[in-house]
């Protein structure tokens, strides 16, 4: 905030800068009120996070986590991951009443080198997810990196809108990974690209449990 | 991935499309391989994210799940939200023992509009941030919404990151809110921008509970 000149300890100029902090929030609050009032439908949205940054799945997982607090009844469908037992799956696994948790596949694209295997098991998981998609008791759904299966061309994009389109209306899905296919972008309500600045990885860092697993 | 022919349900391709599948998947994975191998510094590493998109806190409350599933303890700092309990917070109530819990702050510095009494909170809030980070029986702490509070110079930046680098080597933290200063972003391992692609509010749809808060 380069309009913040914070660069001095000098004290006798607080009380103007605590002045110029509350004019400027007041006409912060006027706006953010009037954009709060403005946007009153209420319905499920459709959340995507994509780009090649960290923090997608964790970004979904902590949605979860968020509707759980409120409460509400969430469905995990794990579409690429899951050869390892992730530290998201024995958390939530504690919750079976609130979260349904199901991991699919076995492991990233490039372990199983296996295209129809891949395939028969994105189908099965969808048969999941579209189960969840049609149960109003489910508040939040998570689709955990079925942006790759969908670039990876695995399970057929129009399919998969018509089925989140024909949802609940008061129902959340939030969808992870690389490569959300444009069509799908069109569909969402939230999209966000994670892009990355810098990675551990890069630095000679290991993977560490419970930042990247 | 355009390298990818999948648009014809021509199914006497689909051996050739296999096979090719196979080989590119098998370098993909000589290539992942070798970088893991690469990468063997086991230590505590500094996340950050960052930017206007949607997504940073939540990615930050699911590492935090993702460190209690692994058995960790975890520790939450909010530096900038709290006047309304959020979802994330009725969850971790839950969970004392494994997760200690602060919020922070009065909401929004819109809300406050007063300096004095923000800075003040800040400062109480880094003394708990501060005792996390020399207590190595923690093993993640997320300080959710700090960058806020160094963007608007609540808190000395300098000594934020001295503060960081005296914790216990294996300890993660997570430090999440828009605008991460150029010095916090050059002391982190892993910094992640998130940039809104589309957001549901501005199609008037209100902040939903589970997604928003």
Known sequence: MSDIDNNTPDTSEDDG???????RMARKK???DAKISAAQ?????????TGNGKGKSSSGFGMVVRAMGHGMRTGVVQFIKGAIPSGEEMFLQRFSEECEF???GEGYTWETQDRARDVAKADAAWDIARRMLRDPAIGLVLFDELNIALKLHYLDVEQVIADLRARPPMQHVVI????APPALVEAADTVTEMTPVKHAFQ???KAQRGVEM
């Open 30 to 32: 006027e706006v953010v």
């Open 102 to 104: 199901h991991v699919m």
């Open 17 to 23: 800068r605590d002045a110029r902090h509350k004019a």
């Open 176 to 179: 992870t990974g690389r490569g």
């Open 41 to 49: 439908t209420e319905r499920g949205v459709i959340v995507i996070t």
């Open 203 to 205: 630095q000679g860092i």
